[in-house]
């Protein structure tokens, strides 16, 4: 349920109040909610095709369900290509995992910086590699 929360407050940002030229949104607010949104899109296949460059989706898309994800810093942006801190929150309950799940780790709560790059496809930004821990 606050996945689904923090997605939509992030649309309701990236939309903006009505007004002309308000609807516009930075490269830093686009890249940051690519990062943000990550872990949703992860519970479907088409959504976490959709938010990688073409070819560059891991296979492993079920584990990035499994973690929190937020710009740990500022992002370097060149151009149509942008790298990334970003801070990884692991032992985050996910509603996939059911409740069984989320007693048995709680407290196991990690943290970890990887780098991320991203490339602008067109008027949207996609993730180019977006390594997990481990």
Same mark, same amino acid.
């Given at each position: ?6 997605i939509?407050?992030s649309?309701s940002m990236?939309?903006?109040?009505g007004?002309?030229g &308000?609807?516009?949104t930075?490269?830093?607010? &686009? ?8 872990? &949703?899109?992860s519970a479907d ?5 959709a ?6 989706a891991?296979?492993n898309?079920k ?13 370097e942006i060149?151009?149509?290509e942008?790298?990334?801190p970003?801070?990884i929150?692991g032992?985050i ?5 059911? &409740? ?7 407290g196991?709560k990690?943290?970890?910086?990887m780098t ?5 496809e067109g ?8 390594p997990l821990?481990?």
């Open positions: 349920m606050m996945r689904y929360l923090m939509i407050l649309a990236l939309v903006g109040c007004g002309d &308000d609807t516009q930075t490269v830093e607010q &686009d890249v940051l909610a690519q990062v943000a949104g990550l872990g &949703d899109s296949e088409q959504m976490f095709q938010a990688f460059v073409a070819g560059a891991p296979e898309r584990d990035y369900g499994k973690y929190a994800y937020m710009i740990d810093g500022q992002a060149s151009g149509d942008a790298t990334v970003v801070k929150i032992g309950v996910s509603s996939q995992e059911g &409740d069984s799940a989320a007693r048995k780790k709680a196991e990690t943290e970890t910086k991320w790059k991203l490339q602008r008027n949207e930004w996609k993730l180019k590699d977006a821990p481990g």
